[in-house]
């Protein structure tokens, strides 16, 4: 099992910046990616960005806004989000993608947190 607890979220103005942060505990040693997605109001839940090995993917709605990093020694990643706008409010949700036995991978999600960007 792996538990995932987000932080950072809050209430910010457009073309501000956020940190969300993702703490992962648990078997965290089996976790192979770690990465975000968020769900607006009304919305299905959007894929944003996720690392894996030191490697970083982005969806093109926020390349050369957010960036993705990682501290293995405390199991955290975080989502660096600048240039923010109205359209990216929505809650933020953390996931990893961990081994749980020989070919077998399960996704589990954090609880989320929520990020509102006012005009």
């Known amino acids: 099992q792996v538990q995932l607890v987000e932080s950072g979220g809050g209430l910010v103005q457009a073309g501000g910046s956020l940190r969300l942060s993702c703490a992962a505990s648990?078997?965290?040693?089996?976790?192979?990616?770690m990465g975000w997605s968020r769900q607006a109001p009304g919305k299905e839940r959007e894929w944003l960005i996720a690392t894996r090995g030191g490697s970083t993917v982005y969806a093109d709605s926020v390349k050369g806004r957010f960036t993705i990093s990682s501290d293995d020694a405390q199991n955290t990643v975080y989502l660096q989000m600048n240039s923010l706008k109205p359209e990216d409010t929505a809650v933020y949700y953390c996931?990893?993608?961990?081994?749980?036995?020989?070919?077998?991978?399960?996704?589990?999600w954090g609880q989320g947190t929520q990020v509102t960007v006012s005009s």
């Open positions: 996931y990893a993608d961990s081994t749980i036995r020989a070919g077998a991978m399960r996704r589990y």
């Open positions: 648990g078997s965290a040693r089996s976790i192979n990616a």
